[in-house]
């Protein structure tokens, strides 16, 4: 599957041929739910429980006589009113993250490229190179190439002056090939590829 490339400026450099079972795969909605579900509880911090009544280690021994004493009745030194009791309703521990199989995450990425391409909202750029990190630059040279909300994934690592240029774009993010996912792919209108990230991307998918 022929494509060409472009580079910042929005000129056309030549072509490159992305390999069909990862550009342009069957849509599964399913698998992109499975995957992106994934990926959400993993981000979710495990919550901690808070020791309640039973958790603390103090004597259950009653404190005093039940009457006769001229105080409230009481039971043991681990009811929450007392200091180092137990909390009464504390957060119960919960973790949120599942399993999931390699190659249903697997699968997932090249789902997520081949929507992105099957849409006609993946580029492949020649690279990410700018002369400096302006971002009003860069600004301009995205307004050629029509991108307002874009996820650009280069190879082994980001060109430094994109990634400052960058930073301060609201709808411009930029990762290296090994960061590349199925939420940040959806989560923006467009997909830049790097030839570098292309090559690095069919590399990984075929062992």
């Given at each position: 599957m022929k494509v060409d490339v472009k580079n910042l400026d929005a000129g056309t450099v030549g072509q490159i041929d992305l390999v069909e079972d990862i550009f342009a795969r069957e849509i599964r909605a399913d698998i992109l739910h499975r995957v992106v579900t994934w990926q959400l509880a993993k981000r979710r911090a495990t919550a901690r429980a808070a020791k309640e009544r039973g958790d603390v280690k103090l004597t259950s021994k009653k404190m005093y006589r039940q009457k006769g004493s001229g105080s409230a009745r009481h039971g043991n030194k681990a009811a929450p009113q007392f200091r180092k009791g137990g909390k009464a309703h504390g957060p119960r521990a919960r973790d949120f993250e599942f399993s999931l199989n390699k190659k249903i995450r697997a699968l997932g990425l090249k789902v997520a490229l081949s929507a992105k391409q099957a849409e006609g909202k993946l580029i492949v750029l020649e690279n990410l190179e700018i002369a400096d990190g302006k971002t009003k630059v860069?600004?301009?040279?995205?307004?050629?190439?029509?991108?307002?909300?874009?996820?650009?994934i280069d190879g082994d690592a980001v060109d430094a002056n994109f990634k400052l240029a960058a930073s301060n774009l609201p709808k411009i993010n930029a990762l290296p090939v090994i960061g590349a996912n199925v939420y940040d792919i959806l989560k923006h209108d467009t997909l830049v590829l790097t030839k570098a990230a292309v090559e690095k991307l069919e590399a990984r998918f075929n062992g």
């Open positions: 860069l600004a301009e040279k995205l307004g050629k190439l029509g991108i307002n909300s874009g996820l650009f």
